[in-house]
């Protein structure tokens, strides 16, 4: 028998960020990180377990109860949020990169949404956190009312790895914002860009405990869901573990969002342009090698145009360049693990032994054996009911089916268990918006898809529960408390304040 010995790389990371501190795991398990696109060792990190996550919700925790974070002024975090901007900011070439090489997101993407946007995200929240109303007085029918709002506790925060910093950040920001405290488990998958976090974080002078993070597994994530100090649970994932955590936080009566899966539809609309819809196949269906939960991996096409159509997206995938994401040429990297690259694999050949028609791509390309590549791949004449059109695959093979009428195109996109993105493609704006009503999603864009950091985000039926982005996504993170005074003692307060 051989053993394999890793050699060391600069990348290696053997601790956890707890209480402002690099903190010694409890076990000894470590995940080895593989460059997506080559199939090579990129470092070793240390996997954490149940006792690895009570010491990082006991730091959270005593940093809410016992700590200055609980006692802080809105703009006094807002400062500390600022500063944790600034301090990512100055890591954002090296975090981008890093993504990519770990889950093969195209560099040009990967700086926009894992080097900006999670420094956009902290300045979004630091302004919403000095403009929230946390105390109102409103008069009772003997007396009056305060209305406080205070933040919900410690957040335990469970993010995937496809946009592992901005999904973080769609987390913590506004959790900071509200005054919470978090303990962050990052995927495995991604392991390696989470120590970014963690180093912004020190250099901004975060006080200790406010945020943690502790790498693991499903194991880890459930000893985080269920451990007993943390008030809220902040996950985004699959449907699949979403169902799991959701009983669990109904068992115990513990707040939690779900930002989950999707199968999301395109209708092209008998007008539509399809030189815009082709352009805006990048964001709306191929963001990410599709590695996206808003993929719109169903087109709808009109009879009358349905050739037309077919003929778009497959010319369109069939001309996307393949290759290393560290290349700004590229445009479609590698699946992010080979695991995953078999998952999709499996996808296209459902797709195959179904009745679809095979218009591009069904297989790996030609001269990329290293690494998890898979070709942009599209089926045609897909049902609705087949697997390719029920089932999330998370990688570039789309489906595209007919409808006869636009009844028949909302009913087909809205038949799916999911309801998370869609897009309508039209050359009247003013009915795109109308039609838009009728799709049951969270998200709908009209002739692009692109996300909106300011507006709320988040699914309808099994895509989730709850939304996140724009100034909304802090009432996840707070709580009411009425409290209630009677007319006499009102008045002697306002005397007292006057
Ligand atoms: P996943 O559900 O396998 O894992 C997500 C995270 O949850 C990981 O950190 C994992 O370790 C943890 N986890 C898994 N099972 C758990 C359990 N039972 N208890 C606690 N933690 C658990 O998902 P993934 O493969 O990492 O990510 C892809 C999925 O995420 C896709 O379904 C995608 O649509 C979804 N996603 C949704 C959104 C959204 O905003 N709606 C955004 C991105 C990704």
Not at 53 to 78: F, K, M, Q, Y
Not at 155 to 173: C, D, E, F, H, R
Not at 211 to 225: M, Q
Request: glycine share 10%; charged share 20%; aromatic share 6%.
């Amino acid at each position: 028998m051989t053993t394999t010995v890793d050699t060391p790389t600069d990348l290696d990371r053997t601790r956890f960020f707890i209480d402002g501190a690099w903190a010694t795991p409890h076990g000894s398990e470590t995940h080895r990180s593989v460059e997506a696109a080559t199939g090579e060792l990129l470092g070793t990190a240390a996997l954490g377990d149940a006792a690895d996550i009570d010491a990082a919700v006991g730091a959270a925790r005593t940093a809410l109860d016992h700590g200055p974070w609980g006692h802080t002024s809105p703009a006094e975090r807002a400062e500390v949020m600022r500063a944790f901007a600034g301090a990512l900011a100055k890591r954002a070439t090296d975090t981008s990169t890093l993504v990519s090489r770990e889950n093969g997101m195209p560099i040009g993407m990967s700086q926009a949404v894992n080097g900006g946007a999670p420094v956009l995200l902290l300045k979004q929240y630091a302004k919403v956190a000095t403009s929230l109303d946390l105390e109102t007085v409103r008069p009772s029918h003997s007396g009056a009312t305060i209305v406080r709002r205070e933040p919900v506790g410690v957040v335990g925060a469970i993010t995937p790895w496809n946009y592992p910093l901005s999904l973080a950040m769609m987390k913590i920001a506004p959790a900071l914002a509200a005054g919470c405290t978090i303990v962050l488990k990052p995927s495995p998958e991604t392991a390696l860009d989470s120590y970014v976090l963690a180093d912004a974080a020190l250099e901004a002078g975060l006080p200790p405990g406010v945020l943690n993070i502790v790498l693991g597994g499903r194991d880890a994530g459930a000893a985080l869901v269920g451990h007993p100090g943390v008030d809220k649970v902040a996950f985004t994932g699959s449907t699949e573990a979403g169902r799991i955590i959701g009983a669990e936080c109904g068992r115990l009566v513990r707040r939690c969002t779900l930002e989950l899966g999707g199968k999301s539809a395109a209708i092209v609309c008998e007008d539509a342009d399809l030189d815009v819809f082709r352009r805006g196949l990048a964001g709306a269906s191929f963001m990410n090698n599709s590695q996206t939960c808003t993929t719109q991996s169903r087109i709808l096409a009109p009879w009358s145009r349905y050739e037309e159509v077919v003929d778009a997206v497959a010319t369109y995938a069939s001309e996307l360049t393949v290759g290393n994401p560290l290349d700004p040429s590229v445009a479609c990297g590698p699946m992010a693990s080979e695991t995953h690259l078999e998952r999709v694999l499996g996808y296209v050949e459902a797709g195959r032994e179904s009745r679809a028609r095979l218009v591009t791509g069904g297989g790996r390309p030609a001269g990329l054996d290293h690494g998890w590549f898979v070709e942009p791949t599209v089926f045609a004449d897909v049902d609705n009911q087949d697997t390719l059109a029920r089932e999330e695959v998370f990688g570039p093979v789309l489906a595209v089916m007919p409808y006869t009428d636009e009844d028949d195109a909302v009913r087909i996109a809205n038949d799916s268990e999911y309801g998370l993105a869609g897009s309508v493609w039209t050359a009247d704006e003013e009915h795109g918006i109308e039609l838009a009503s009728r799709i049951r999603t969270g998200t709908v864009g009209v002739n692009y898809y692109e996300l909106d950091l300011g507006a709320p985000f988040g699914g309808m039926k099994s895509s989730g529960i709850g939304r996140e982005l724009g100034s909304e996504a802090v009432d996840n993170y707070l709580e009411y408390q009425s409290v209630y005074v009677s007319a006499d003692a009102m008045a002697r307060r306002r005397e007292e304040q006057a």
